[in-house]
């Protein structure tokens, strides 16, 4: 029982659409693995549920819910964590400490795990009267949910969270562990899709860019780059997943960002020189002439 | 009913994510309505069980088709042919599992038995009553997890 | 490194073997609390325990606090790996020793995660 080509070409072409994330011929396996829940639940086999995308506008936030790829655990790498505790936030510590308000961007942000590691970090590290703002974005609303219910299973848990920690920050509910209110409140979540323009969000002393541009094509991770410019403080930081980190850069990029080691990770930070003289006819001539 | 049961919700989180974490996520572990009082429809089953005794007292109850339990042996102990004994050994787990995460959902303090096994339909003591049931299919063989209380 | 598993399914033990297999570890079983003292205090001593909570004979809660109380043990790092999963349990058995708690059912990479929090395997150990 394997679902249609149509259908697979159908439903890529829609993911690819929404989110530009790209699942290549011979994902079948998994788009099939994912849907079949919903189709059962629908009534119906994989290739009807298909169909019924085109049409039907819930089932397709379901679908495009269940099909974008979440993974993601708690301190996930751990080295851009210790980074973070370790350079970044002593560093920051002293160059906010007129406003003693930290802004933190964890873009892409799944079900929350980055977010609330680093609230947790900020819990234990972050002196008395300073504050902490982290937005956390993502295109699923279905992920932005769970980040907001706060609640992890039991498998999640597992991934990554030290036991300290879990039981400092977590309280059983159900088969399920919610975070303490305190760091809860330290989250603000907004839906947003990293390959459209960013619109009123403001300027962060770190961004969290971690595990989504590998699934995006080249000309989308360098539009990515290009607007992230503009979200990152002058002395602030960006952090991208372990292995997009050495990603090579378009030539009118490369002078912009510079990669700095800060123990185990390497972090992106602006370097302040102003964007190439924009040419009205740019975006009509090919790039590297 | 006046007897503390777990919520059928949390009961379905619980069995699922033993099945995904042990048997992967290529065949999923379908809900499907039973009525009550239906015995489990298998010829061929193991079943097991564990007791919860302290702050709230009951057992837990896992049968499944010989062919699930089958290759949930095999995908635990990692090997292509199972005797009697492994079967035996990976539905304790199972259920072991299973029956721990439950009585976490109940108040505590409470200790949890060893797993007893057999092959075959469970037996409940004729004084117990089902408090939470749940049945489902697994690559197309029925899967059933009871929880039961003793009646007051 | 050397790991003893201390589990009574064997069904458990095999898993978690293929798992630290696969890190490199060199394993021991022991089916209980008691027999896993016995080896301990006859052979290698392990750098690692992956502990089960209710077994026959000893428990791994027992187990723990044993370890704990001897000096010469002092370097074995303990995890629990069990499926009691009650806030209280997880802080007893921290209280007791353990370093590590992992809530049954998991995943092989909970168990690197967490071997990579306790600095026992170094982070795309598991390729
Ligand atoms: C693999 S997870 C990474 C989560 C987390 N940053 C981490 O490193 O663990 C990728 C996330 O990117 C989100 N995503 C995919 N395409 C996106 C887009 N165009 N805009 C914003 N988020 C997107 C997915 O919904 C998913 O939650």
């Known amino acids: 029982m394997t679902m249609a080509r149509e259908s697979f070409q159908m439903v890529s072409s829609l993911v690819r659409r929404e989110t530009s994330m790209v699942y290549d011929e011979g994902k079948e396996y998994l788009v099939e693995a994912r849907l079949l829940p919903l189709a059962v639940a629908a009534g119906c086999t994989v290739d009807e549920y298909c169909r019924k995308l085109s049409i039907d506008f819930a089932e397709r936030r379901k679908a495009l819910d269940a099909l974008t790829i979440n993974e993601t655990s708690w301190f996930r790498d751990q080295g851009p964590y210790q980074a973070f505790t370790d350079t970044m936030l002593p560093a920051l510590l002293q160059a906010r400490s007129t406003t003693r308000r930290l802004r933190i961007w964890s873009a892409a942000c799944s079900s929350g795990q980055e977010a609330y590691s680093i609230a947790m970090l900020l819990d234990q590290h972050l002196p008395a009267g300073w504050s902490a703002e982290i937005l956390a974005t993502d295109v699923s609303t279905a992920m932005l949910a769970r980040v907001k219910t706060g609640r992890y299973s039991q498998v999640e848990m597992n991934r990554g969270m030290p036991a300290t920690s879990l039981v400092r920050y977590f309280t059983r509910v159900g088969s399920e562990w919610e975070i303490v209110p305190k760091l809860k409140a330290m989250v603000t979540t907004r839906h947003l899709n990293l390959s459209a323009p960013y619109l009123g969000v403001p300027t962060f002393d770190l961004v969290l860019l971690r595990n989504v541009l590998i699934y995006f094509d080249k000309t989308t991770k360098a539009d990515i780059l290009r607007r992230m410019l503009s979200h990152v403080a002058s002395d602030g930081y960006l952090l991208l997943g372990s292995s997009e980190s050495t990603l090579d850069l378009p030539p009118d990029l490369a002078p912009r960002w510079r990669r700095e080691q800060i123990g185990r990770v390497q972090a992106h930070r602006p370097t302040g020189v102003p964007a190439p003289r924009p040419s009205p006819a740019s975006s009509l001539v090919p790039t590297g002439a | ?152 | 490194m050397r790991a003893m598993i201390i589990d009574d399914s064997r069904a458990m033990r095999s898993i978690l073997r293929r798992i630290l297999a696969g890190l490199d570890f060199e394993t021991a079983e022991a089916g209980h609390g008691q027999e896993a003292l016995d080896q301990m205090t006859a052979g290698p001593v392990p750098d690692l325990c992956l502990v089960d909570w209710n077994m026959p004979v000893m428990d791994g809660y027992t187990f723990i606090s044993t370890v704990r109380r001897n000096a010469e043990w002092r370097n074995v790092t303990l995890m629990m790996v069990t499926t009691e999963s009650e806030h209280t349990q997880i802080v007893r058995a921290l209280a007791a020793g353990a370093h590590e708690y992992v809530i049954k059912p998991f995943t092989p990479d909970a168990i690197v995660d967490k071997l990579e929090l306790l600095g026992l395997v170094s982070k795309g150990a598991l390729a």
């Open chain 2, 1 to 152: 009913m006046s007897q503390l049961a777990p919520e059928i919700t949390d009961v379905h989180a619980i069995v699922d994510e033993v099945w995904r974490s042990f048997l992967g996520e290529a065949e999923p572990l379908l809900a499907r309505p039973v009525p009550a009082g239906t015995p489990f429809d298998s010829a061929a089953v193991w079943s097991a069980s564990v007791s919860v005794t302290g702050g709230w007292q009951g057992t837990v109850t896992v049968e499944v088709d010989e062919r699930v339990a089958a290759e949930l042996t095999r995908q635990m102990l990692g090997v292509p042919d199972t005797a009697d004994e492994d079967v035996a050994d990976a539905v304790g787990e199972l259920v072991n599992m299973v029956g721990g995460n439950v009585k976490s959902l109940m108040p505590g303090p409470s200790t949890l038995s060893l797993p007893s096994v057999a092959a075959g339909r469970a037996a409940f003591a004729s004084e117990s009553v089902e408090v939470a049931r749940l049945d489902a299919l697994w690559a197309g063989q029925p899967v059933r997890v009871t929880v039961h209380t003793a009646a007051q």
